[in-house]
């Protein structure tokens, strides 16, 4: 392991792709701490040491996503988030507007005008969250109803409409420096340049998580939640890996005096297709109900309408019974949705049958794709309750441990600690092998 780790940094091209890499996410951290122009930076601190750095409702998760630089409402307070939703609704309307799906179909010409349509709509999401953000600051809900105690997060000149203007601007124009600090990874250093920003963001919650459970539980509960949490993140690995591997033959075809396919190969359909979207797709839908009774709040002195205080008693805290089944149950129900848009059986078998390939046992066309469908239906039952149980983690400890909803080894957090973890690993493990025939990995 240790003479990988040395070939690595004995190689110039790949000691310089990884230290240009080291060097961009240096900066993105870097970013994530100097405040936007007209914040308070003392009160912000302040709410910080209050509230142990919990945000309140879907904020915990864009939060997490931006390593802690949403709450502090610095210039790359939105992160990575709104460059993940465009990505996602571009993705969507893939299925809904044949335009879309017709570029998508183009190769490489196609996908860079998707490319592009999906950069438009970032700095589009950016504007709308950084103007949501900076309302949900003024007012205070930030931080919950910790916030009173701690003053104003926005000086008098932010409250202006020039100070907001500013304020906005500066936020989006962070979205966007993020988004070409990715590219520039993708383009010249190693990896996924996006996925790696998302990766940096969420380990640096880390320490602080952990920290905040060993000062109020001790050393035994640090302990075991940290034992807890590798033998997660090793099952974790296991089912990130696994896969069902549908056999595929081709048939010899001649063209010319050459001879092409007689080859044997494998469609690998993996038990989570669907990444973290459909944990995603749960928290913003659960978000809905907290976000409409929290702007029907009723006048001082008066009383709460029936359903704002059921909204508030069973939805708005993620510890009680019927707020974990409602997740579970979204959950499981995004997972075949997006999965049902991803991969489309009917095209997968008009490929094969387009050059000759076909499963053993199966007739090309139509039995195909009926064939695939099931092996997906299947595949995807066990990993959308996977996805659900993960993702339950943090909950499940905020209700037991009393951690917050950050807690580091569950829900979208861990899923692409480990993701992206062992895409990046493999694709060095691949530079080395292009160099010294022996890789990272054995």
């Given at each position: 392991?240790?003479?990988?780790?040395?070939?690595?940094?004995?190689?110039?091209?790949?000691?310089?792709?990884?230290?240009?890499?080291?060097?961009?996410?240096?900066?993105?951290?870097?970013?994530?701490?100097?405040?936007?122009?007209?914040?308070?930076?003392?009160?912000?601190?302040?709410?910080?040491?209050?509230?142990?750095?919990?945000?309140?409702?879907?904020?915990?998760?864009?939060?997490?996503?931006?390593?802690?630089?949403?709450?502090?409402?610095?210039?790359?307070?939105?992160?990575?988030?709104?460059?993940?939703?465009?990505?996602?609704?571009?993705?969507?309307?893939?299925?809904?507007?044949?335009?879309?799906?017709?570029?998508?179909?183009?190769?490489?010409?196609?996908?860079?005008?998707?490319?592009?349509?999906?950069?438009?709509?970032?700095?589009?999401?950016?504007?709308?969250?950084?103007?949501?953000?900076?309302?949900?600051?003024?007012?205070?809900?930030?931080?919950?109803?910790?916030?009173?105690?701690?003053?104003?997060?926005?000086?008098?000149?932010?409250?202006?409409?020039?100070?907001?203007?500013?304020?906005?601007?500066?936020?989006?124009?962070?979205?966007?420096?993020?988004?070409?600090?990715?590219?520039?990874?993708?383009?010249?250093?190693?990896?996924?340049?996006?996925?790696?920003?998302?990766?940096?963001?969420?380990?640096?919650?880390?320490?602080?998580?952990?920290?905040?459970?060993?000062?109020?539980?001790?050393?035994?509960?640090?302990?075991?939640?940290?034992?807890?949490?590798?033998?997660?993140?090793?099952?974790?690995?296991?089912?990130?890996?696994?896969?069902?591997?549908?056999?595929?033959?081709?048939?010899?075809?001649?063209?010319?005096?050459?001879?092409?396919?007689?080859?044997?190969?494998?469609?690998?359909?993996?038990?989570?297709?669907?990444?973290?979207?459909?944990?995603?797709?749960?928290?913003?839908?659960?978000?809905?109900?907290?976000?409409?009774?929290?702007?029907?709040?009723?006048?001082?002195?008066?009383?709460?309408?029936?359903?704002?205080?059921?909204i508030q008693s069973y939805l708005v805290q993620g510890d009680h019974p019927l707020y974990m089944l409602l997740y579970f149950l979204l959950i499981v129900g995004f997972t075949y949705f997006y999965v049902a848009i991803t991969f489309n059986p009917e095209e997968v078998a008009d490929n094969m049958k387009k050059y000759g390939g076909f499963i053993p046992g199966i007739r090309a066309g139509r039995p195909t794709a009926e064939y695939l469908d099931y092996v997906l239906t299947r595949v995807t039952l066990p990993g959308s309750i996977y996805l659900g149980l993960v993702a339950l983690i943090p909950l499940i400890a905020f209700a037991l441990v009393g951690a917050n909803q950050n807690f580091p080894f569950g829900g979208a957090s861990l899923?692409?600690?480990?993701?992206?973890?062992?895409?990046?690993?493999?694709?060095?493990?691949?530079?080395?092998?292009?160099?010294?025939?022996?890789?990272?990995?054995?």
């Open positions: 392991m240790f003479n990988a780790i040395g070939r690595i940094f004995r190689t110039p091209d790949l000691r310089r792709k990884i230290g240009f890499t080291l060097g961009i996410v240096a900066l993105f951290r870097l970013g994530s701490f100097i405040p936007a122009p007209f914040v308070d930076f003392g009160n912000v601190q302040a709410c910080l040491a209050a509230t142990q750095g919990a945000a309140s409702g879907l904020y915990e998760l864009v939060n997490v996503f931006s390593g802690g630089a949403l709450l502090q409402l610095s210039i790359f307070a939105l992160g990575i988030m709104p460059y993940i939703t465009a990505s996602i609704i571009v993705q969507l309307l893939r299925v809904v507007i044949p335009r879309f799906e017709t570029l998508y179909k183009e190769g490489q010409s196609g996908q860079a005008k998707l490319t592009q349509y999906t950069r438009y709509l970032t700095i589009a999401l950016g504007v709308l969250q950084s103007t949501t953000l900076i309302t949900v600051a003024r007012s205070g809900a930030l931080f919950g109803n910790s916030a009173g105690a701690c003053g104003d997060l926005i000086t008098a000149q932010g409250s202006t409409w020039y100070g907001m203007m500013l304020m906005v601007i500066t936020m989006t124009a962070g979205t966007g420096v993020i988004m070409w600090m990715g590219e520039l990874i993708t383009e010249r250093g190693i990896g996924n340049g996006m996925s790696l920003l998302i990766f940096t963001s969420i380990a640096a919650t880390f320490p602080a998580s952990l920290w905040a459970i060993f000062q109020t539980r001790g050393l035994d509960t640090f302990l075991i939640v940290l034992a807890i949490g590798l033998i997660v993140m090793l099952a974790v690995v296991f089912v990130e890996q696994s896969q069902r591997r549908v056999p595929v033959q081709y048939a010899k075809r001649m063209v010319g005096r050459r001879t092409y396919g007689g080859n044997n190969t494998y469609i690998p359909i993996k038990v989570n297709m669907a990444g973290v979207v459909p944990i995603i797709f749960a928290s913003s839908l659960l978000y809905l109900p907290a976000l409409i009774a929290q702007f029907n709040q009723p006048a001082a002195g008066e009383e709460p309408a029936g359903w704002v205080v059921w899923l692409i600690i480990v993701g992206v973890g062992l895409e990046t690993v493999k694709q060095i493990d691949a530079q080395l092998q292009q160099r010294h025939y022996e890789g990272l990995l054995r």
